[in-house]
């Protein structure tokens, strides 16, 4: 076993340990980070094509207001490109194609005027929500008490209009919204700015993606941190004696002032610690499951859906997968249609082959582009739930209590360690800009601690 | 690091683990049990005042329909008595004492048919749950999308109603009717024969206790298992290798043909496994959190409310305690009263010193019985969130969702893992009843494997 010794040890090479290294080292500390996988990234990871196209198997898009990341896409030199959206929109459902344009799969005036006023009211308790402390909403036992599927019962009023809100939460949080919290999704979608922001491809979540892959910021964050990462390295302990504490990886054990652990909750409550971690907190890692995701892209020679006037968006009724979006590179040199299951049919078919999921998916896209979309020359999917030190994405939701009682224990540091992840964020939580807010502010805490007489 | 080598490699020395160990041996199979702790018995621990009577601080009380602990007791020559329960009870609610006969603190027509229309429709919903397989219920969808809480406020139709199925939940389940999913609930209440059955003093969940403090169960079974017992040895791996498993705790590592894990499947799922789990297995470990229950025993001269008429039976709208219990010896030679805080409360209280709680709970016991009950001559308490190895008590419950997707992965076998614990039971699950069942089932699972052909 190696040993080392620093100002702080960092737990986890995602984008919110890497951050909270960066701004560690910035300010002049030692820092070693320690990361169980053989690359950095977390749930970024990007793959060359055959074809020399590199796609995202993770994290893709950048939104405007997702201003951290937006400054290191700058700082990195990295290119981003606006996702392609021109064109009509196809709803399959019932095994019927409808083309249409706009945010509405209908002309029924009703629906839409439904669908308007559902997400204004979830708009409106999103505004509602003090991000930092969910649990001090007035009516957070309430809100806290109800599922998503059950306030979308209550509060649509069309059968489409319902459809659609269902179709959506697995589409955000890839749990089903019979899962969800209504406070956490209030939360959650406060956190991005609101329900019609974190769902927009242009202007919104999905606006712009990443010539290179997004993991290039990972890697251009680790490139900038040389000798501090420490690859392969799974924590199995993290001990806390006097004034020091020591992480426990594979074959290193590092001693440092502080640690800061910047893995979703549910990872985070696999470690053993000792002293063990007080009660609340413990809870709070039991209650935080991660969600499930399977993310497909069947790759064409060109993008021919656009030359019929199509925009590659497609919403589904089918299991695989039930959401596409075009995802050729800017160039068009090739034309890439990536689809999405989640949430519930996504826990029967990670149970498939790739080989039945890639049919299955033909098949529907077919239904959708006709014959052509049969014409793949190459598939590549990667199932989050499947990866040991991801274990689901896109991000650890919470369950109807869970925020009431636990929420407290989420940042809440615990002696000398800090707590980071893209779950911990209050901006853009889930996403790769709630990964940097919430190293930056784990980092700040450190230095924070490490600045006052002990 | 000692090793050995046996047929079959038991993970946790608690009711159930030991049941599947004795079941194995008496097939004729050489058995290892690792368990984490000092000791054996889980969630039961009897513990001895300073006047020499022995309490319970975990599971306590046997039902006449739990027919493997009481042949159990039978074997090992074990004494249980009836609990005590003659007398008024007393509702304290705002304030006020209320003494009452019979099972509801009021003489309210209309709250009495709420409450008998709710038990009825929640005991109707408990027998049409498939034990075996809950999310096959024709109504799953429907069922497993809805809080308690959410069903309690929709079928109950009276406040006091309402307030009685809201304070029963955590009282059943240690956590709070929000966190609850109705599948769930009916499932429960469904293995123990329904809410009426579960709830029962006389001729239910807490029909009688055990003069020696219910440990003895485990303290026997460990007994008749000798050397077979490896205390002290908290699991961090278990590693499958061709036909071999290998378990790996602090300083013993022990290969087997076959592994039971009998730990409730939140700690299950912090053992690190090579290969890692499938990920639906994962996802189920992420989604069974177990409750929060305080346990606190004030002790007196004598049983001195048994002589005013009152039974001992107290339900209150105060935080510590919110029940209580006459838990006095058979003899009555001191009194004790027992009290829970359980659910929402206990959450906050966990994080109090025992000191406050006592002075906290003396207040309450106070209001109910008087300045008499201000003499305590001694106080004993349990927090089981504080417990490294249980992390809660009394089961690992389901939040909305979790059986729907997740439920076929609670009992299949992975690779040559077997699952006890008895959140994996269908009679009496979370119950020390159902631990045992639990066990016997995965004993025979592993003796129809090794018996099998290859």
Redesign the interface.
């Known amino acids: 076993m190696g040993t080392q010794d620093c100002d702080v040890v960092v737990v986890g090479a995602g984008m919110s340990g890497l951050t909270a290294a960066r701004t560690l080292v910035d300010a002049g500390l030692k820092v070693a980070v320690v990361e169980a996988r053989d690359r950095v990234g977390g749930r970024t990871l990007s793959k060359t094509l055959s074809n020399g196209v590199v796609v995202d198997m993770g994290g893709q898009w950048v939104a405007p207001t997702q201003r951290r990341v937006l400054k290191l896409v700058e700082a990195l030199g990295l290119k981003t490109f606006k996702t392609f959206d021109r064109g009509l929109s196809v709803a399959l459902r019932n095994g019927v194609a409808h083309r249409y344009a706009g945010l509405l799969p209908t002309d029924d005036a009703d629906v839409a005027a439904d669908v308007e006023q559902g997400m204004a009211r979830i708009g409106e308790l999103a505004a509602s929500v003090p991000l930092e402390a969910p649990w001090t909403h007035p009516l957070a036992?309430q809100l806290?008490?109800?599922?998503y599927?059950?306030w979308i019962d209550r509060n649509l009023l069309t059968d489409l209009g319902r459809w659609l809100f269902r179709f959506q939460a697995p589409a955000v949080f890839s749990?089903?919204?019979?899962?969800l919290s209504v406070l956490h999704v209030a939360f959650y979608f406060g956190c991005a700015g609101g329900p019609d922001i974190i769902t927009a491809t242009s202007g919104g979540g999905q606006d712009s993606r990443f010539a290179g892959g997004m993991q290039g910021l990972a890697k251009g964050l680790a490139a900038g941190l040389k000798d501090a990462i420490h690859l392969g390295q799974?924590v199995?302990a993290i001990i806390q004696e006097g004034d020091r504490v020591v992480v426990r990886g594979a074959t290193l054990s590092v001693t440092a002032r502080r640690a800061i652990v910047a893995l979703p909750p549910?990872l985070a409550?696999?470690i053993?610690y000792a002293p063990?971690m007080?009660?609340?907190r413990?809870?709070l890692t039991?209650?935080?499951?991660?969600g499930?995701a399977l993310k497909m892209m069947f790759v064409y020679d060109t993008p021919f859906w656009r030359s019929e006037g199509l925009s590659g968006l497609v919403l589904t009724d089918c299991e695989v997968p039930q959401l596409v979006f075009d995802n050729s590179p800017e160039d068009a040199s090739c034309g890439i249609l990536l689809g999405f299951t989640e949430g519930?049919p996504a826990?029967s078919w990670?149970?498939a082959t790739p080989a039945e999921r890639q049919a299955a998916g033909v098949e529907t896209l077919a239904q959708v582009f006709g014959p052509r979309a049969r014409k793949v020359v190459e598939y590549v999917e990667h199932?989050w739930?499947?990866e040991?030190y991801s274990?689901?994405c896109y991000a650890g939701t919470m369950?109807?209590?869970?925020w009431?009682?636990?929420g407290k224990a989420l940042r809440e540091p615990v002696g000398k360690i800090h707590w980071a992840g893209t779950e911990t964020a209050t901006d853009w939580s889930g996403y790769v800009e709630g990964a940097m807010q919430a190293g930056e502010r784990a980092a700040a805490e450190v230095l924070e601690a490490l600045r006052a007489p002990a």
């Not at 806290?144 to 599922?147: C, E, L, R, Y």
């Not at 749990?175 to 899962?179: L, P, R, T």
């Open positions: 036992a806290d008490q109800m599922t599927a059950e749990v089903d919204a019979s899962e799974p199995d549910t409550g696999r053993r063990p007080p009660p609340l413990d809870s039991q209650r935080m499951p991660m499930t519930i826990r990670m149970q199932s739930t499947d040991e274990r689901g369950p109807p209590g869970a009431r009682s636990f």
